[in-house]
């Protein structure tokens, strides 16, 4: 069974930084895909960055792109999300998803997720 757990979440002031992290089991980083998403309240959940294998590429959006840098430790089966110079509007609870087969790019999986989902972890940017 796939499950993911993310963490790192808090309350940072803008300009300040977090580091999120998502502790997969029950997959290996191979053949996969894997993002993070958010969603504030009232509005509809972002895909922020995603990671394909099919095309080795990694996706953000423009809202964060500069900013927010997805990385991984394949030996720990874990992904990160580092945010650097966060602005009141990141304020969101942030979601981490894979998939087992990385079957399409890392755009798509963004714009239309993943298969599963972990628990999300409350992000707060005051101003």
């Known amino acids: 069974e796939v499950q993911l757990q993310a963490s790192g979440g808090g309350l940072v002031q803008a300009g300040g930084s977090l580091t999120l992290s998502c502790a997969a089991s029950?997959?290996?980083?191979?053949?996969?895909?894997v993002g993070w998403f958010r969603q504030a309240p009232g509005k509809e959940r972002e895909g922020v960055s995603c990671?394909?294998?099919?095309?080795?590429?990694?996706y953000y959006a423009d809202s964060v792109k500069g900013r927010f840098t997805m990385s991984s430790d394949n030996a720990k089966n874990t992904v990160y999300l580092q945010m650097n110079s966060l602005k009141p509007e990141d304020t969101a609870v942030y979601y981490c998803?894979?998939?087992?087969?990385?079957?399409?790019?890392?755009?798509?999986?963004?714009?239309?997720?993943?298969?599963?989902w972990g628990k999300g972890t409350q992000v707060t940017v005051s101003s």
């Open positions: 998803a894979a998939t087992i087969g990385g079957y399409s790019s890392s755009q798509y999986f963004c714009d239309y997720g993943l298969d599963y």
């Open positions: 990671f394909s294998s099919n095309d080795g590429n990694t």
């Open positions: 029950g997959f290996t980083f191979g053949d996969y895909g």
